[in-house]
């Protein structure tokens, strides 16, 4: 028998997984900050939400609803969908992990583009599989080359689209061909967080593959468009069998109840949505025309983000132009951990975060 450990040893793997790590949210002393590194709406939550999260606060004694009731039939009505295939998290996060936790076993795979959003590689190797990723073209899913990465012991592939943090995107066709290629015991998970941006006649969020398909879920998420990040809301539409398996193991209160009720009003309020849709409409063309006049390369984005390139000239880099920035206030997310060290990600933020950003930028491009 092998001697006793000290204390307590984490399962073979858990200790080889790399811990998610947020964009910053601070600024130096003294400095307003414009925190742009986590793709949180400058408009906030709608009014409508607020005035709901309030009306919980006097029954914070009580249990949510565990079924989420409220917020998967205001879900349903926007969407016109099915509420019983409707799935609710604390955040789209949880719904992920709860994913790999129900289909994945020790040895089985997940596969990922390589710049696809980290916690697909945490939640595979949380779940003891092995993460598969997939080399992109162009800073976009290669559906091939994901194709041709599927092997007997794949089970999950993941899909972020838009992706996160390069705002590309593949059109629904390509989607279709992807579902169509997999084998059917092969789950593809359609990580569309930021569908409400998208403005592009090609482009669905795979509700309709997931009606026609066994083999396919979508999840989103309140963190964005709807500015409700700080109470964690996730939903999943899903095939009615996957839906059972994840309702079986999902904890039995997982959404609070001030979340349910915020979440709901916040989908109703489309005149607030609106407003958020023309806002980034707006400024996400002005920040990218304007950063491109000043010689950097912006990958086109359908998004409420850019990803800004910046060269490895000493003085020019991306690391440098983040600490010049910092130091103004200006706070925007390093993609280093995604493979992509040589650029910013950087939300579309308020008017004037956008415009000090371009005049910071301008300032340190043009220093001697």
Not at 7 to 34: C, F, N, Q, T
Not at 239 to 249: G, M
Not at 255 to 274: F, K, M, R
Not at 326 to 342: E, N
Request: glycine share 8%; with cysteine.
């Amino acid at each position: 028998m092998a001697p006793s450990a000290s204390r307590p040893v984490p399962r073979p793997g858990v200790l080889d997984i790399e811990a998610y790590v947020p964009g910053k949210s601070a600024a130096p002393a003294g400095v307003k900050l414009h925190k742009l590194s986590s793709n949180e709406t400058p408009l906030g939550p709608s009014p409508r939400a607020v005035e709901a999260f309030a009306s919980v606060a006097g029954k914070l004694e009580l249990y949510p609803d565990g079924a989420s009731t409220v917020l998967r039939e205001a879900i349903a009505a926007r969407y016109g969908l099915d509420a019983g295939r409707i799935v609710c998290g604390t955040g789209s996060d949880e719904l992920l992990q709860l994913i790999t936790k129900v289909y994945l076993g020790d040895g089985d795979e997940g596969v990922f583009t390589e710049h696809g959003f980290l916690v697909y590689r945490i939640a595979i190797q949380a779940a003891g599989g092995t993460p598969v990723v997939v080399p992109e073209k162009d800073l976009r899913a290669d559906v091939d080359a994901i194709l041709a990465a599927v092997t007997p012991r794949t089970r999950i592939v993941f899909l972020a689209n838009p992706n996160n943090p390069t705002g590309t995107y593949l059109p629904f066709d390509e989607v279709k061909r992807l579902q169509a290629g997999l084998p059917p015991q092969v789950l593809l998970v359609l990580d569309a967080a930021y569908a409400e941006y998208v403005r592009r006649n090609d482009y669905a969020s795979g509700l309709e593959l997931v009606s026609t398909c066994e083999n396919v879920v979508m999840t989103r998420t309140f963190s964005k468009i709807y500015g409700l990040a700080n109470l964690r809301i996730g939903w999943l539409y899903g095939p009615e069998a996957i839906v059972d398996a994840l309702n079986r193991t999902r904890g039995p209160f997982n959404v609070n109840g001030a979340a349910i009720a915020a979440g709901a009003a916040a989908i109703a309020d489309e005149a607030h949505l609106a407003a958020a849709l023309e806002h980034n409409e707006t400024w996400l063309a002005w920040t990218t025309a304007e950063l491109e006049k000043l010689g950097l390369t912006v990958t086109p984005s359908v998004g409420n983000f850019i990803l800004i390139h910046f060269p490895a000239t000493p003085g020019r880099t991306a690391r440098e132009a983040d600490a010049f920035l910092t130091a103004r206030g200006l706070i925007l997310r390093s993609v280093a951990s995604y493979g992509l060290p040589d650029a910013l990600r950087m939300t579309i933020g308020s008017e004037e975060a956008n415009r000090l950003v371009v005049a910071a930028l301008a300032d340190f491009l043009g220093r001697s």
